[in-house]
Nanobody, 121 residues
Framework: QVQLVESGGGLVQPGGSLRLSCAASGVIFRMDDMGWYRQAPGKQRELVAV???????TYADSVKGRFTISRDNAKNTVYLEMNSLKPEDTAAYLC???????????????WGQGTQVTVSS
């Protein structure tokens, strides 16, 4: 099994910044895409940002120019730098990844438990 553990969430004022981290552990033969999603109460889960193993990135329009996703392949860790935070960014932020446990097994999606980000004055 691949485990994902997020950290770095918390309470921040509008205009502030936070940096989220997500470390993957377990038996991992190959780590492919890694990404961040978020889910606010009463709303559907939405993609925030994703990064490929080669470093290509995709962002939701609502966070472009404010959030930056990055990864450390040696540590199987993905980061989300969040700047100019707004109250509408308040949500549980979940990390996910596509990973192969062995050369013979198919790639599958794994999810973390999430870390809460609250933007409020």
């Amino acid at each position: 099994q691949v485990q994902l553990v997020e950290s770095g969430g918390g309470l921040v004022q509008p205009g502030g910044s936070l940096r989220l981290s997500c470390a993957a552990s377990g038996v991992i033969f190959r780590m492919d895409d890694m990404g961040w999603y978020r889910q606010a109460p009463g709303k559907q889960r939405e993609l925030v940002a994703v990064i490929t193993s080669g470093g290509s990135t995709t962002y939701a329009d609502s966070v472009k120019g404010r959030f930056t996703i990055s990864r450390d392949n040696a540590k199987n860790t993905v980061y989300l730098e969040m700047n100019s935070l707004k109250p509408e960014d308040t949500a549980a932020y979940l990390c996910n990844c596509n990973a192969k446990k062995t050369i013979a097994t198919p790639s599958r999606v794994y999810w973390g438990q999430g870390t809460q980000v609250t933007v409020s004055s």
